[in-house]
């Protein structure tokens, strides 16, 4: 369902009430109940058309989440597993939770999708495309600087830099054969959300490295398995990769992907902290994904053009 800008929400931005800066420390309750409304649009309950269907859905997230919380169940004996699931997410306080509930929900709707419409309870038909669409409009909504892509919920800094960089990224290394470098770019926004710079840093420089192979298997390059960022960076100029009028640009650019994120590992994240514990800041962590996002969707699509 399309999200309605009523005159309170017009109003609320006129008086600078909504803010421009993301908040990453907790759902408000509307939120949540919105978002409560979208999972029941797209599932239904027991009563709908697809009743069965709805039933195993919440039974398998209440298996899961009840087996991962070392509980034997959710249901606190309300009249349905889905009230209980529902009460569970409102009165859970502690964000990362909070969180996990919304990314187990979406990334397991999974049976519907083969269903282009599943009607809701309520006779308004929502896609599930659209249902993650509605989500990710209440999270911006709100100022929460969460997303839910590429079934996970990633953690978001710049609007403008996830939707022109990071998004694209994340759709363009969904194909095949970035397979290696897709999982350990999501596993590096999975490091930067739970505040585990120094592992999200080393996921990205991997990332990085794992686009150049698999561009160059796909060209016939021939390249080793432990080519480091130097030789790989060498081979998709030596074959052409880039235009040659360009050649004086891409000098400076062939350091720039030479040692930018590699270096920043390298320093931070690649070699045994010693005997003193490494801080590694946030906003080093930071600059490595979106500096990690724009060589790759710069490298991608040189490949495809």
């Known amino acids: 369902m399309a999200i309605t800008d009523l005159y309170f929400k017009r109003k609320k931005r006129e008086r600078g009430e909504i803010s421009d800066v993301y908040s990453y420390d ?35 997230i209440d298996s899961i989440l009840s087996r991962e919380l070392g509980r ?38 999974r049976f519907v999708r083969s269903r282009p419409i599943y009607p809701s309870p309520m006779g308004s038909p929502l896609t599930v495309a659209g249902a993650v669409e509605e989500l990710n409009g209440r999270f911006d909504e709100h100022g929460i600087g969460y997303k839910f892509e590429s079934d996970m919920i990633i953690r978001v800094d710049s609007q403008f830099m996830h939707s022109e960089v990071v998004k694209p990224v994340l759709k363009l290394l969904s194909d095949q054969k970035f397979n290696g470098a897709n999982n350990e770019f999501i596993k590096a926004h999975e490091h ?25 298997a796909s060209r016939g390059w ?4 432990t080519d480091a960022t130097k030789k790989l960076v060498e081979t998709l100029f030596k ?67």
């Not at 529902?86 to 969180?99: A, H, R, V, W």
């Not at 710079?197 to 686009?211: G, L, R």
């Open 26 to 60: 907790q759902l408000p309750n509307s939120l949540k109940v919105q978002i409560i409304k979208i999972i029941w649009d797209v599932v239904g309950d027991v009563n709908s058309p697809y009743g069965d269907a709805s039933f195993q859905f919440y039974k398998d």
């Open 72 to 109: 034997f169940s959710i249901s606190r004996g309300a009249d349905s597993l889905q009230e209980d699931l529902f009460n569970f997410f409102l009165e859970e306080t502690d964000l990362e939770l909070s969180l996990s509930f919304v990314e187990l929900v979406f990334s397991n709707m």
């Open 192 to 216: 930067y959300r739970h505040k585990r710079y120094e592992e999200c840093i080393n996921e990205a420089s991997k990332a990085f490295e794992s686009t150049m192979k698999s561009i160059c």
């Open 222 to 225: 021939k390249v080793e398995s």
């Open 239 to 305: 074959n052409q990769l880039l235009p040659e009028y360009l050649e004086t640009y891409f000098t400076s650019l062939q350091t720039l992907l030479r040692n930018g994120v590699t270096s920043v590992r390298n320093k931070t994240a690649a070699h045994g902290q010693g005997p003193e514990i490494r801080d590694v800041p946030e906003y080093l962590a930071r600059y490595t994904l979106h500096l990690t996002a724009s060589n790759i969707l710069f490298l991608v699509d040189a490949a495809r053009r």
